[in-house]
């Protein structure tokens, strides 16, 4: 059964909502017409048991040891990262912010949602040249690429100190990243443009991700294109893992199990 709806506290009161590519609050999302429906996990990944992790890292306690005995580079890297992110005492530090972006990167090859033959590349802090044109470039964080042209994830990385919730953000930036590649479709590769799309989104809070589910639609575009609420209401589909110690991300073995099962499981809606 689907839990019900969850929403942050908006920092300030506004006449009129943020449009394409600005920094959105709780605000701009309900003035948009957007709901985020926080579900179970067989709602949410449509299978009654997550699939195993298909790596060996879920074993590894992050000792020096672990770093050592990583058969590959990537894991090794992945693991000094999230030691780096479980140093950090401070739940509300933004210190751990560049741990966490390098860990998402390396954790992405780990676990192939990088695909060298089907050109999908991790991208930190890509251009949205649209956007960009227009002087309203989002601050994507981390997202997966096809070809180097097509955003196909997006990832927010949450920054406590700065007093605003990342799921608007996240939102806000899948939207616009949406909008900037079917422009760019049109325009560099003459194609038509998309209908509409379920597009998968990440927010990570250290090594704690919260997976996301945002359909893009015509409507929802040229309304955020005007600052104008849409007649129809979009649902964001959203799941959080359930995990023994949330506080601790990926740190305890018994989290790290359950949460790339929920990595593995997610990588199918790319």
């Known amino acids: 059964m689907a839990r019900k709806s969850r929403t942050s506290k908006s920092r300030t009161s506004k006449s009129r909502p943020s449009k394409m590519g600005r920094k959105w609050i709780q605000d701009d999302v309900l003035a948009y017409n957007i709901k985020v429906v926080y579900q179970d996990l067989q709602t949410f990944f449509g299978v009654t048991d997550l699939p195993p992790p298909n790596n060996e890292i879920h074993t590894f306690t992050g000792t020096a040891q672990d770093f050592a005995a990583a058969k590959d580079p990537e894991t090794s890297y992945m693991l000094g990262s999230l030691d780096l992110i479980n140093e950090v005492t401070d739940p509300q530090a933004d210190n751990r ?25 991790v991208m930190m802090r890509p251009t949205l040249r649209y956007l960009a044109s227009q002087g309203r470039p989002p601050q994507v964080d981390i997202c997966i690429m096809h070809r180097l042209t097509v955003i196909i994830l997006v990832v927010k990385v949450n920054r406590p100190s700065r007093g605003f919730g990342p799921e608007p953000r996240l939102i806000s930036d899948t939207i616009a990243a949406f909008h900037n590649d079917d422009i760019m479709r049109v325009k560099r590769l003459g194609t038509d443009p998309l209908v509409s799309k379920v597009m998968p989104g990440i927010v990570m809070d250290g090594s704690m991700p919260t997976f996301y589910k945002i359909p893009v639609t015509p409507e929802l575009i040229r309304a955020v294109e005007s600052g104008e609420r849409p007649d129809e209401e979009t649902v964001v589909h959203a799941y959080r893992p359930e995990v023994p110690r949330p506080e601790e991300g990926m740190g305890p073995l018994d989290n790290r199990r359950i949460i790339l099962s929920c990595f593995e499981a997610f990588r199918q809606l790319l």
């Open 97 to 121: 912010v560049p741990y966490t972006i390098a860990f998402v990167r390396d954790l992405f090859d780990v676990l192939h949602y990088t695909d060298v033959p089907r050109r999908r590349e």
